[in-house]
């Protein structure tokens, strides 16, 4: 029962590289979003999906792309990455459209130098 | 716009004693609650959460919250901290269709729990 899986679990990036995040889930979730987790703000909303071939924007879109191909993957890429995109992120689904309960991956801590 | 504010960036407790979290809210809609539990280098897990009816919620560990309309607030209590307690804490509003099943997310409040 391996839940809300992601890879890496760290990474560290020279400013304008790219690299891509991955979350899988093996719950038939339809929701699946993505947080950062910044230092005293949070888990911030970057992109989510309400289920496969669709993705919106969350609070803190910018730099960062998604796609939602299949129902289990919802890669995070990061075209160009910036120092201010050094943070903790998260990947989480869930099964309600209420978001009655989040499942969480462990995290993959980013750094950007 | 949705908003959550947790007031106490840090609070400490001794082993034994009563805790009490704030989360304050605003929302344009009759809100869905919750509290998440963060222990250091995992990620989230859901301690209670509130729909509708009784306004209070019991949780896992011992925990419940009490959602109060007037005050838009949903207080996090446990009557006798552990140790293992020690974690940072999360309030979050959303997840209704009007806000797109989108949550938002307080700030946190690190708890410490000391002997």
């Known amino acids: 029962n391996a839940g809300v899986t992601q890879t890496p679990k760290f990474q560290v990036l020279k400013t304008g590289q790219s690299m891509t995040l991955q979350c899988a889930q093996d719950?038939?979730?339809?929701?699946m979003s993505w947080y950062r987790q910044d230092p005293g703000m949070g888990l911030r909303l970057i992109h989510y999906s309400v289920g496969a071939g669709i993705t919106d924007q969350g609070e803190v879109p910018n730099g960062y792309n998604v796609s939602r191909s299949t129902t289990e993957d919802f890669p995070l890429r990061l075209l160009s990455a910036a120092p201010s995109q050094t943070s903790v992120y998260f990947c989480?689904?869930?099964?309600?459209?209420?978001?009655?309960?989040?499942?969480f991956g462990s995290g993959t801590q980013l750094s950007v130098l | 716009a949705q908003s959550v504010t947790q007031p106490d960036i840090h609070i400490t407790v001794s082993e034994g004693a009563s805790l009490e979290l704030r989360c304050n809210y605003s929302?344009?809609?009759?809100?869905?609650l919750f509290w998440y539990v963060q222990s250091p280098g995992q990620g989230l897990q859901l301690l209670l959460k509130?729909?509708?009816?009784?306004?209070l919620v019991q949780g896992i560990k011992g925990f419940e919250a009490e959602f109060k309309r007037s005050q838009s607030s949903f207080n996090l209590r446990k009557p006798s901290v552990h140790w293992s307690d020690a974690a940072e804490y999360f309030c979050?509003?959303?997840?209704?269709?009007?806000?797109?099943?989108?949550?938002?997310f307080g700030a946190g409040t690190i708890l410490r729990v000391k002997s």
């Open positions: 929302y344009g809609a009759t809100p869905y």
């Open positions: 989480a689904s869930s099964t309600q459209a209420t978001n009655e309960k989040l499942f």
């Open positions: 979050a509003v959303g997840g209704t269709m009007e806000y797109g099943n989108k949550l938002v």
């Open positions: 509130y729909f509708s009816g009784d306004t």
């Open positions: 719950m038939n979730h339809e929701y």
